[in-house]
């Protein structure tokens, strides 16, 4: 009971002024400008902890009740692993030597950008009642989705390494060490695309339906389920510009850095993209720079449209 | 990242004295609390100046300059939650310059804030219409808010009143940062908790333990401040029992409970409250009273919204009074609610308003033989007299107005009445006189005293009415008596 045993004087008690004192008295609730603007800041700047309790929150309405809990969340892509593993290499027989890995190493990123940016389109919208009625961070509402599929995408990352590590593929080397580049793009671009959306919505309620449709057509253009050599040999000089999609970009990235294609590459084309590391990192780069820019001008939207959320919803 | 980009992170940068002090508003401001001396008292560098004026003599200086209340005509009308104010009514009626307390921080700050709502069919919702029809005409823009300057200095208790749809919640949202002003800017210092609605931030699927922790951490406190109260937060909303329970298993009034627990609890500089005090029964809504006075003991802002202007005047110590967007008063809160149920027409229930606190004041008599001739108190029979009443109209005033003006004798016997002519007279705000001429003084001896009765000629609800002390004189040869009565005096037998 802080505030209260700060023993506050009554209003009317008279205090003899000291020198010292700068505040209205030592018992008052009062307190220099500096700390109310402080206080006032507080209330409206986006702070990690309120991003993790609102992240928290999340995952623990999404997994009440359930007795496997997160455990479902880490099966769904793994049998997705196996499904995909039995039509694309077996049945269609697409050339890919370890499908399934090929697959999971670039769809896992795929996944928590599209989850990330579809979630934080709504989540303005769907919290209108909070947004009407507290003075707080709104941004913490978008950004708290991108969490969410963050820790998702990390765990399962993480069983995806293990699954690669029984079945005794070649993971760790210095190739791994892309991921952390890549990572980077990735999260920015995702951050950038999701204060875009999520403003947007508010006013333009369209987005969503557009952005279900985008996403959609979006998963085709990485190289996920066929092989990005495939891309090389169609666009030839012009791969470039399917290279401007910051997520293509990192989802080859991931690919060279997970995926080990074992001895013999049965296909014709190669399945990765360079053998090297400096055409992964020339491209992050630009992607980088791509995505930086769109965080600029999704920050710039998110801040000017923000004031009018409690108008619009 | 501040939501109000502009005028938010302007307001938390730079102190408001500052700016306030370089846009004059008129003629209060030189002795008005925010005035240029205020920074120095309150800067934390000048320790030598104390900012305690309410509660100690003000020393010589720069105390000069905030103008103490009472000894100064044109203080701040309500000059709330100062101990030692001695007038709080320096000028009664007067519009727009209830200031903060002198010498205290300002908490809240409006200059020029105004707020239009674009009604819904002439907003593009969709982007397609987005850019089809880009600058289509504004037409039925609705302004729910119109010019409002609003400055709320630390520990003053305000209640927001005005009809339905007076802007009195939009106002409060705009000072909350919740909505942002279509002009002017809101400065907003320290911690706000809104009552707007209670547990607002709640999430049925969660204990109420965990709804605790999520809304503290929205209202702007670390975890480490939370663990601190969280005790004396479920203590306050008696729901001990309950706690790790799920949210959606509560009653409404515990759900109301603990969010008023939690609002009450992060420790606020400004605490907002919008009609939230209707619901919870009648011992959690002394609980609330009680916990929102021990705020005001605390000096805590406090901001009001509600309908129940009883309410106002006993738990506010100054009041704002919206009337379609506008602010037509900032002041005592006895004035404003009168001048609010004169406005609702629930006043004639109540009779009329005092003289001070009225629109239409009469603010003094004179008596001379003609109009604007010298003043003379002392009359014979038969002379010509006139009763000039002087009567300032304020803002708010009715259109019309009717005298009646009694002239009472002893006792307050009612001699004569003479009123204004059919249909009213039409006033506008300022000063007006009254004459009312009588040819010739019956043969009536005394003194007498004049009272005036004012009320509204559309309506005829009474505005207000004043008995004046002046007297003035009818004297005869006669020794005694009330009448000059011929007649004639014999001895018989």
């Known amino acids: 009971m802080s505030h209260l045993a700060d023993a506050p004087l009554p209003a009317g008690t008279p205090t003899a002024p000291s020198p010292q004192q700068v505040g209205p008295g030592p018992g008052q609730h009062a307190m220099d400008p500096s700390r109310l603007a402080r206080r006032s800041r507080a209330q409206t700047r986006v702070r990690w902890e309120l991003l993790r309790n609102l992240v928290r929150k999340d995952l623990k309405v999404k997994y009440k009740g359930s007795t496997l809990g997160f455990a479902w969340s880490l099966a769904n892509p793994m049998l997705l692993l196996v499904v995909y593993t039995f039509v694309f290499q077996i049945v269609l027989k697409s050339g890919i030597h370890r499908f399934g890995i090929y697959l999971m190493s670039g769809l896992l990123v795929w996944n928590a950008f599209s989850g990330s940016v579809s979630s934080a389109c709504g989540s303005v919208v769907a919290n209108a009642n909070l947004v009407k009625k507290v003075r707080f961070p709104l941004a913490v509402l978008p950004l708290s989705a991108v969490g969410f599929a963050a820790v998702h995408f990390l765990l399962q990352l993480l069983v995806l390494f293990v699954v690669i590590l029984i079945l005794g593929y070649n993971l760790f080397g210095a190739d791994l060490l892309l991921l952390v580049p890549a990572g980077a793009v990735a999260i920015t671009f995702t951050v950038a695309l999701s204060l875009l959306v999520s403003a947007l919505n508010v006013r333009y309620r369209d987005t969503s339906h557009l952005l279900d449709v985008a996403l959609l057509a979006w998963f085709w253009l990485n190289p996920m389920v066929y092989a990005f050599g495939l891309i090389q040999t169609q666009l030839h000089e012009w791969t470039w510009v399917y290279l401007l999609n910051p997520m293509a970009v990192v989802v080859i990235t991931f690919q060279r850095a997970i995926y080990d294609p074992g001895g013999g590459s049965t296909g014709s084309t190669p399945v990765l993209a360079d053998p090297g590391y400096t055409f992964y990192l020339e491209h992050l780069a630009v992607a980088g720079v791509i995505s930086l820019v769109l965080l600029w001008v999704g920050l710039h939207v998110f801040r000017t449209m923000q004031a009018d959320f409690a108008e619009d919803l | 990242m501040a939501r109000h980009s502009s005028a938010y992170q302007r307001g938390a940068a ?480």
């Open chain 2, 14 to 493: 730079s102190p408001p004295w500052g700016r306030r002090s370089a846009a004059p508003r008129g003629p209060v401001d030189g002795a008005a609390p925010a005035g240029p001396a205020a920074p120095a008292a309150l800067d934390p560098a000048t320790p030598a100046a104390p900012s305690y004026p309410g509660a100690a003599p003000p020393p010589p200086g720069p105390l000069d300059a905030w103008g103490m209340p009472g000894a100064n005509g044109a203080a701040p009308a309500g000059v709330p939650g100062v101990p030692g104010a001695v007038d709080p009514v320096g000028a009664p009626g007067q519009v727009g310059d209830g200031g903060p307390a002198p010498g205290s921080a300002v908490v809240i700050q409006g200059t020029g804030v105004s707020k239009r709502f674009v009604s819904y069919h002439n907003r593009a919702t969709s982007l397609k219409e987005r850019f089809v029809r880009r600058g289509g005409p504004a037409g039925d823009d609705f302004w729910a808010l119109r010019d409002v300057d609003v400055t709320i200095g630390r520990g003053q208790t305000v209640g927001l009143a005005g009809a339905n749809g007076s802007g009195k919640s939009t106002l409060l949202k705009v000072l909350a940062g919740i909505l942002r002003p279509t002009s002017g800017e809101v400065s907003v210092q320290g911690r706000i908790a809104s009552l707007l609605e209670l547990g607002a931030g709640f999430n049925g699927e969660l204990s109420g333990r965990d709804n605790v922790y999520l809304n503290a951490s929205l209202l702007g406190l670390s975890k480490r401040e939370i663990d601190r109260l969280f005790d004396s937060i479920v203590d306050f909303s008696e729901l001990r029992h309950k706690i790790d329970d799920d949210v959606k298993h509560y009653s409404s009034g515990q759900y109301v409970r603990l969010g008023f627990a939690v609002a009450v609890h992060v420790d606020p500089d400004v605490l907002l409250v919008d009609e939230v005090l209707a619901v919870g029964d009648e011992a959690f809504q002394r609980k609330c009273l009680a916990k929102i006075a021990e705020f005001r003991a605390q000096g805590r802002t406090i901001l009001f919204v509600t309908h129940s202007l009883d309410l106002i005047e006993n738990m506010c110590d100054r009041i704002l009074v919206l009337e379609s967007g506008s602010l037509i008063y900032d002041g005592n809160p006895a004035v404003g609610t009168k001048l609010l149920r004169q406005k609702l027409g629930s006043l004639p229930a109540e009779g009329p308003v005092s003289w001070e606190y009225a629109t239409v004041r009469p603010q003094s008599v004179a008596f001379s033989p003609d109009p604007g001739g010298l003043p003379m108190v002392q009359y014979d029979p038969g002379e010509r007299l006139t009763v000039s009443v002087e009567l300032d109209v304020t803002e708010g005033a009715p259109e019309q107005i009717y005298l009646h003006t009694y002239i009472v004798g002893q006792s307050e016997v009612p001699i004569w009445m003479m009123e204004t002519p059919p249909g009213g007279l039409a006033v506008g705000p300022g000063r007006h006189i009254v004459d009312f001429s009588v040819p010739h003084l019956p043969e009536l001896l005394g003194a007498f005293a004049v009272k005036v009765h004012v009320s509204d000629a559309t309506t005829g609800a009474p505005v207000t009415t004043r008995r004046f002390e002046e007297l003035f004189g009818v004297s005869g040869p006669q020794a005694d008596g009330l009448l000059k009565v011929d007649y004639e005096a014999r001895l018989r037998g």
